[in-house]
């Protein structure tokens, strides 16, 4: 294989394009759907990946998987928003430690897989399908594990389709029974009645008159740029989407190589590998409960949240250069993971939050693929830059406090409000 970050391409070009189809398709088609569909592909494509033959056939299921998942990443906090209650937003910012939760099971799960010889070839040389199973396992068990919540999805805990979205295709009476059915469930008063909701007015479709069509892309990318105040909105949204998508991974791309060019000894064993990265995931959680009581408290809100958990991530990437030994290694990256969640789990709240609610999943797929395009630059940087140079390091460090301050400029402050 002459370019070994060819999976790690798959897989992102995959939540790119995920992002942007589902962002859209969701806003089109509704958010039950969306999330749906991309759930199961997910989960089947990454079964299927695990019986592959060859590096192309893989490459095109992990694109899938990315596809998928990507997609689904985005109807997370959209569908979580639409029901939350206003002076409950906050809370959306406590969904990204699973992420972090997600990950650390997947650390789990290849560190029972991929440490064993008996399913893990020695070399490439003696390498043959039987003695090299150990990643085929991480596939089947991880894609039947997300198969099994997928069922669950739609066959135990029905998803039934947001009022948000409902209101904004001028389904009242549907809206009510949506109310309703919630109220009777969880024995709670509802008043509402379709009389009442007419009586606040007429709501202007938010879609074209063909759902299907070019028009229709157009109205919920124009939706995004109404006015001046929400097009500066978008257009920092999805810069902040696009440098954090840069700097991380090119972070830990060049990250390896620049150690050891100055004589840092951070070997490990596959076994300490797999463990270290369970430990940063399981580090990573707390990040997003940290934020999320920041984001609750008047003096910071989201914006300085983000500007908090970005200039702490930076001051940590500067000071991992200085480490020498494995122990530095993971402690640093255990730190860097907290912190950085303090950031990211707030954007990845922020965003739907601030976006206009008949254009959320179309801003939301666009900011994602922002992230994902430039994540994807960073694999094409690192196969062919210099890797033992200092100046990624500092790059890197640059963008995050550039986030930070994005941020603190946002034009819209959340706390306190209700999402439109």
């Known amino acids: 294989m002459g370019y070994d ?5 798959a897989v992102y070009i995959g939540m790119l394009f995920g992002a942007l189809f589902w962002g859209l398709s969701a806003d089109i088609i509704g958010r039950r759907y969306a999330f749906n569909i991309s759930l199961l592909i997910c ?12 590096w192309g056939s893989l490459g095109f299921f992990v694109s899938l998987v990315g596809f998928g998942g990507g997609g689904n990443l985005i109807m997370d906090t959209t569908v979580f928003l639409e029901y939350l209650p206003g002076n409950k937003q906050w809370v959306l910012t406590l969904m990204a430690a699973w992420w972090g939760f997600g990950q ?9 897989f991929l440490v ?47 009022p948000k979205y409902l209101l904004g295709l001028g389904e009242d009476e549907e809206v009510v029974n949506t109310f309703q059915y919630l109220a009777t469930k969880y024995n709670r008063p509802c008043r509402l009645t379709v009389r009442k909701l007419e009586a606040c007015g007429v709501v202007t479709s938010a879609h074209s008159k063909n759902r299907f069509s070019l028009s229709e892309t157009l109205v919920h990318l124009r939706g995004l740029f109404s006015t001046k105040q929400i097009a500066t909105s978008t257009l920092l949204i999805w810069l902040s989407w696009a440098m954090v998508g840069l700097a991380y991974p090119l972070f830990y791309v060049f990250l390896p190589s620049y150690l050891a060019a100055r004589g840092a000894d951070t070997g490990v064993s596959t076994f ?29 809100g989201r914006r300085y949240t983000m500007l908090i958990g970005a200039f702490m991530t930076a001051a940590f990437f500067f000071a991992y250069s200085s480490v020498r030994t494995a122990a530095q290694d993971v402690g640093f990256s255990c730190a860097i993971g907290f912190s950085l969640n303090i950031y990211y789990g707030t954007l990845y709240a922020y965003t739907p939050e601030v976006l206009p609610s008949a254009h959320r999943a179309t801003g939301n797929g666009v900011a994602v693929a922002c992230n994902r395009f430039m994540g994807i630059l960073s694999a094409v940087i690192a196969t062919v830059a210099d890797t033992s140079t200092s100046a990624p390091i500092f790059i890197c460090g640059g963008l995050l406090i550039a986030m930070g301050l994005v941020s603190a400029i946002f034009p819209f402050e959340p706390y306190g409000r209700r999402s439109s």
């Open 5 to 9: 970050k060819g999976l790690t391409v």
């Open 116 to 162: 064993p010889e008996r399913w893990n070839c020695p070399s490439v040389e003696t390498c043959t399908m039987i003695n090299n199973m150990g990643w085929r396992y991480v596939m089947f068990t991880s894609g039947g594990l997300v198969l099994i919540m997928s069922i669950l999805r739609v066959t135990v805990i029905r998803l039934r389709e947001t």
């Open 104 to 112: 650390a099971i997947t650390g789990f799960i290849a560190w029972g």
């Open 272 to 300: 300490e590998s797999w463990r270290n990265y369970a430990l940063v995931n399981i580090s990573s959680m707390f990040g997003p409960f940290l934020g999320g009581y920041f984001c609750n408290q008047p003096l910071l």
């Open 43 to 54: 989960s089947l494509s990454a079964i299927i990946a695990g019986g592959m033959p060859n």
